[in-house]
């Protein structure tokens, strides 16, 4: 059973730090681009930072210079920190793989797999 679960969401003030986790389970993790994504309410999805190959990233300009996303092969695991929050980062945050391009999967929000998510709040 292929599963994406997030977890690190929370209730954090305007400058402060979250970092956010996606374990999988079910698939070949080295095979798949992995991303987050994110949606606010009565906002459009955006892909926040996809991570794929040898180290290969992708970043929304909304988040450049503030997220990193990383991944732990040994544990299936990829993470978001995420530094210098804006109230404007509150959504949603899921994760998502696709065995494809990294730009398919964050640009073009093709997925294969995707999570529940978890809800990050950013109080002004």
């Known amino acids: 059973e292929v599963q994406l679960v997030e977890s690190g969401g929370g209730l954090v003030q305007t400058g402060g730090s979250l970092r956010l986790s996606c374990v999988v389970s079910?698939?070949?993790?080295?095979?798949?681009?992995i991303g987050w994504f994110r949606q606010a309410p009565g906002k459009g999805r955006e892909g926040v930072s996809c991570?794929?190959?040898?180290?290969?990233?992708y970043y929304a300009d909304s988040v450049k210079g503030r997220f990193t996303i990383s991944s732990d092969n040994a544990k299936n695991t990829v993470y978001l920190q995420m530094n210098s929050l804006k109230p404007e980062d509150t959504a949603v945050y899921f994760c998502?793989?696709?065995?494809?391009?990294?730009?398919?999967?964050?640009?073009?929000?093709?997925?294969?797999?995707w999570g529940k998510g978890t809800l990050v709040t950013v109080s002004s």
């Open positions: 998502a793989a696709l065995r494809g391009l990294l730009l398919r999967l964050c640009i073009s929000h093709t997925m294969d797999y």
């Open positions: 079910g698939f070949t993790f080295d095979d798949y681009a």
């Open positions: 991570i794929g190959g040898i180290n290969n990233t």
